[in-house]
């Protein structure tokens, strides 16, 4: 896989001042957290995995293939920094999930005969709903 303590090395952190109400207090403390990865510069992730990421995560990178995370939940700078590298290493994990490949199977015998009776029972019950053809 990867080794996350070398991939969080990778990883730059700006604080910047949260947004919304808070007094005075907030206009003057920068707890919020602005985490960003450069997905190209990466010298953790080998080339597979980078273009793996590049498919999976193309909606949240950069034209620059840079990811970018923003944590403004905690009042702490620290809290939102370790919420920020927890969300980032999940995200890169599930990025790189390689899914199954489908192994086609083949419907079995007997549940064809069964669809087939129940067909055949279902047209007969309409069948009987019918007013009968006296000619």
């Known amino acids: 896989m990867f080794h996350e303590q070398q991939l969080i090395h990778e990883l730059r952190f700006k604080a910047i001042r949260s947004s919304g109400a808070g007094g005075q207090h907030v ?5 919020k957290i602005e985490l960003t990865f450069n997905l ?6 080998n080339e597979d995995q980078k273009q793996r990421l590049k498919i999976k995560l193309h909606a949240r990178l950069t034209k620059e293939n840079v990811l970018l995370f ?4 905690s009042r702490s700078q620290h809290k939102n920094k370790q919420i920020a590298i927890k969300r980032f290493l ?13 192994k086609p199977t083949k ?7 069964k ?12 069948a009987n709903r019918k007013k009968p053809n006296l000619d």
Not at 115 to 126: M, P, Q
């Open 40 to 45: 190209e510069d990466s010298q953790v992730l």
């Open 27 to 31: 206009n003057k403390v920068s707890s």
């Open 90 to 102: 999940q995200i890169i994990k599930e990025g790189l999930v390689v899914p199954k490949r489908r």
């Open 115 to 126: 669809r087939l009776k129940s067909k055949r029972v279902n047209s007969e019950k309409k």
């Open 107 to 113: 419907i079995p015998k007997a549940v064809k005969i």
């Open 70 to 73: 923003q944590c403004g939940e």
